[in-house]
Each structure stands twice: as structure tokens, then as C-alpha cells.
């Protein structure tokens, strides 16, 4: 059975900096694409980062430079570093398991990705 459980939102002024950290259960990250994802209130689900088994990253245009995922195999944590936050950062955030590999655009599609933790809240206040 999988199972994703996020954790590290919290509430933060613009410019500072969290840490999200995905446990994973019943998928091995060395096999699959993992990839944070996001919502904000009446926005849709955005693909934010995705890495992918060999370590390839890809993210999305508006966190280029100021966000890095990570993942740590031994210990199957998926991670976000979030830097130079901003209040358009604020969003539920959502770690997620691809049941295969992804390329591309389809790292960062919700539709590939099979497997979904229930989330974990992020405010960025000016």
C-alpha cells in the first residue's frame, strides 16, 4: 500500500524560506517519478517540481532559482526546498508518486501520477 505523508508547511513572511519533506511507504523512489505539486483557493493544480529516478529535475517557470527538490533514497523522503518565498507561493502543497518514469513536460502533469499525499499548507504573508 502507498502512502505519502508531507509535512514542514507553515506560515512565513515573503523572502524567507521552508523545508517540505515527503515520507514515502510503498514506493521506492529509485524507480519512480516524484513531484511536488500545488493549489491554490479557486486555482488549479500546478506541477511545482518533479525529479525522477535517475535524479533528472525539472520545475516549473515561476520557482526556477528559487526552489530545489531533492530526494534522500535511504531514507525514501522526498524534499522541497522552498527560498525567496512569495505571497503567489501560498498553496496547499502535494507530494506525488508516478507509477513510472516521466519525461518532460509529464513530470510536472498531475494527470501521470498515480499516488497522492493528503498535503500540507504553506502561507507566504507580505
Known amino acids: 500500500q502507498v502512502r505519502l505523508v508531507e509535512s514542514g508547511g507553515g506560515s512565513v513572511q515573503a523572502g524567507g524560506s521552508l523545508r517540505l519533506s515527503c515520507a514515502a511507504s510503498g514506493v521506492h523512489q529509485n524507480t519512480y517519478c516524484m513531484g511536488w505539486f500545488r493549489q491554490a483557493p479557486g486555482k488549479e493544480r500546478e506541477g511545482v517540481a518533479a525529479?525522477?529516478?535517475?535524479?533528472?529535475?525539472n520545475y516549473a517557470d515561476s520557482v526556477k532559482g528559487r526552489f530545489t527538490i531533492s530526494k534522500d533514497n535511504a531514507k525514501n523522503t522526498l524534499y522541497l526546498q522552498m527560498n525567496s518565498l512569495k505571497t503567489e507561493d501560498t498553496a496547499m502543497y502535494y507530494c506525488?508518486?508516478?507509477?513510472?518514469?516521466?519525461?518532460?513536460?509529464?513530470?510536472?502533469?498531475?494527470?501521470?501520477?498515480?499516488?497522492w499525499g493528503q498535503g500540507t499548507q504553506v502561507a507566504v504573508s507580505s
Open positions: 506525488a508518486a508516478a507509477g513510472a518514469s516521466l519525461w518532460g513536460v509529464h513530470m510536472l502533469t498531475s494527470y501521470y501520477y498515480n499516488y
Open positions: 525529479i525522477d529516478s535517475d535524479g533528472r529535475t
